[in-house]
Every structure is written in structure tokens, then in C-alpha cells.
């Protein structure tokens, strides 16, 4: 997702919520490569073919740079994990089919030659699952980046941190929205997600940091939206979602997730406060803002309640 961090912080930030993954992946490969060593003798110099360890050596090295590549260019996540997890095991097998070339097994012993093969289809299997669900990914950005772009050609209504509408739009889209549910009379659900001490972030990192946060947290939200959802960057440290025939627990569920996505967040994680309300009848939009930003402040105080009485 290129409008999460700028490009010259991506580099030093992505490669540390994956250097488990590189780790494990690059432990399994020590492990195998000791077995294998183990397990069969070294071919003699006139048996090993160089133009196959030319083309199996520069096989797995593409392979590595390909996990390279997605380690630092992908947050954490689901499609993440797919993509990383089927890249590792091709990649596995490419080292030990460059082994191969330099070891010998027993003619009884398959179990190497089994994990030369059987993990390529699980691996591009894997690989495929998470390029379709990162065409989904892109697909939905795209729709919020084509509908931002038609509506900034004729409005001054971006903010300028996160690219997303700013407030005033979102309460024009909200008095069409209650205009349209006064006719159909189907549901309407608005959130609002707020940083928890978004102010002392901002003193203690620096305004740099505090805008990657934002637009960190800015692409995580619009992920979650459906085609018909609007989220809008409401006050310097909220976030509003606009969230059409949809019911409370529904916008819930549309919203879940932002907690441990904030928790990820480098170089300090956040917490954040989520609050979801349905628009009551003969309700206006001013007194509907009013009601969620009163709900959100009245959760935010017992949690800090909360807090202090655990403490």
C-alpha cells in the first residue's frame, strides 16, 4: 500500500514487523541444509553439473529477493502472511535443489526429494490465494481513489495528511444520506474511531510520525469499507465512517480489526477508541455527530476509568 508511509521511511519501518518470519524462514533453511548434508554424500567434481547450479543458484536467489521484496512492502496481515508463507516455501525448495547438485542421497531415501517437490505446488498455490486477495486490496482502493479524485476537481474537501475527505464533506454526504433512509427507510450506521493520546505522540515523535500514523491508520480503515462506505478524516485525530443500510452490529464488524492494526503501528503503537450508532428517527445530522462524539467521550472516560482502577 503505497500511501501508508512515504517512501523514504518504508525501507526502515516495514522489515521489522516481518524479521520473525525471516527469521523462522531462514532457520528452516539452515535445518534443512544440515540434514540434507547429512543424510548423502558429496558429489565428486566430475559429477556436478555447473550449468544446473548456475540456473538452480540464480532460481533461488530470485526466490529470496522476491520475499525481500514483499517483506518490505506489505504490512502485516492476512494476504501478507499468504504471500510470504508460499514465497518461504518456494524458495525452500529451490535451495535444496541447489544441494542437490553437490550431494548424493541412498537410492532408499525419498524424503529429500519429496521436499524438493511437494512444497512448489503448496507454495504457488499459497501465492495465488494472496495475489487475488491483493487485487481485492488494490480494487478497493482504487474505488476510493477514483471517487476522491472526481469530487477534488470540483471541491477543496481533501485533507491533506491522509488524502481522505475531510469533515465538511462528510457532513453533506450525511444529510443525503438521511434523506435517503427518510425515504426507504432502511438502516444507517455511522462510526467514529479516535487516537488515544494523539497529542503526546505528536510532542514526544515529531509531526513526521505523527502524519504516518495517519495515513497509516487512514489506509487500514478504508480497507475495511464496502463500495457504498465513505470514511472521512473528521478532527486532527479522528476518523469518521459513513456506513449506508447498514445495522449497528454490522458496522461493527466493518470496523473490527482497527485495534491490533494500531497496535503494529512503528515506531509507536496506538490505541484507538471505535464507537458505532444508528441515526434515530426525525434525527438530524448535526444532532447525530453530537450523540456519537458524546458516546465516544463517555467510552473513552470509562476506559480511562477503567485503567485507573486497575492500576
Known amino acids: 500500500m503505497n500511501t501508508l508511509l512515504p517512501k523514504k521511511t518504508k525501507l526502515l519501518t516495514w522489515p521489522v514487523l516481518h524479521q520473525g518470519k525471516l527469521a523462522l524462514t531462514l532457520l528452516v533453511a539452515l535445518l534443512l541444509s544440515i540434514a540434507a548434508c547429512s ?41 501478507t502472511n499468504w504471500l510470504i508463507v508460499g514465497t518461504s516455501l518456494y524458495w525452500l525448495t529451490t535451495v535444496l535443489d541447489l544441494i542437490d ?34 487485487l481485492a ?10 471517487q ?25 454526504q450525511l444529510q443525503r444520506e438521511i434523506a435517503l433512509h427518510r425515504l426507504t427507510d432502511k438502516p444507517l450506521a455511522v462510526a467514529i474511531v479516535d487516537i488515544d493520546g494523539f497529542a503526546q505522540l ?9 502524519d504516518n500514523c495517519l495515513r497509516s491508520l487512514a489506509g487500514a480503515i478504508e480497507l475495511r469499507l464496502r463500495a457504498q462506505d465513505l470514511a472521512c478524516r473528521f478532527t486532527s485525530d479522528r476518523f469518521v465512517m459513513l456506513l449506508p443500510e447498514t445495522t449497528t ?7 473490527d480489526g482497527l485495534h491490533q492494526h494500531s497496535e503494529m503501528l512503528q515506531p ?11 441515526l434515530n428517527d426525525n434525527e438530524s445530522a448535526d444532532e447525530l455527530m453530537t ?21
Open 137 to 146: 486490496e488494490q480494487q478497493s482502493i482504487n474505488r476510493q481513489l477514483a
Open 148 to 172: 476522491r479524485e472526481h469530487f477534488q476537481r470540483e471541491h477543496q474537501l481533501i485533507d491533506p495528511v491522509t488524502q481522505l475527505y475531510n469533515a465538511r464533506y462528510f457532513m453533506l
Open 101 to 134: 547438485e553437490f550431494i548424493k542421497y541412498p537410492a532408499d531415501m525419498r524424503l529429500f526429494a519429496w521436499l524438493e517437490s511437494l512444497p512448489v505446488p503448496v507454495g504457488m498455490v499459497m501465492i495465488s490465494i494472496g495475489l487475488v486477495q491483493w
Open 39 to 79: 543424510s548423502g554424500m558429496p558429489k565428486t567434481w566430475q559429477q556436478v553439473d555447473m550449468f544446473d547450479v548456475v540456473g538452480e543458484s540464480a532460481a533461488s536467489l530470485m526466490a529470496l529477493f522476491w520475499l525481500w521484496l514483499l517483506m518490505i512492502s506489505r504490512p502485516r496481515g492476512r494476504v
Open 268 to 278: 509507536q503503537p496506538l490505541a484507538v477508541t471505535a464507537v458505532t450508532i444508528n
Open 291 to 311: 450523540r456519537l462524539t458524546m458516546r465516544l467521550d463517555w467510552q473513552k472516560r470509562c476506559r480511562y476509568a477503567d485503567g485507573q482502577g486497575a492500576a
Open 202 to 210: 505528536n510532542r514526544r515523535w515529531g509531526m513526521a510520525v505523527a
Open 249 to 255: 452490529e454490522l458496522a461493527t464488524a466493518v470496523i
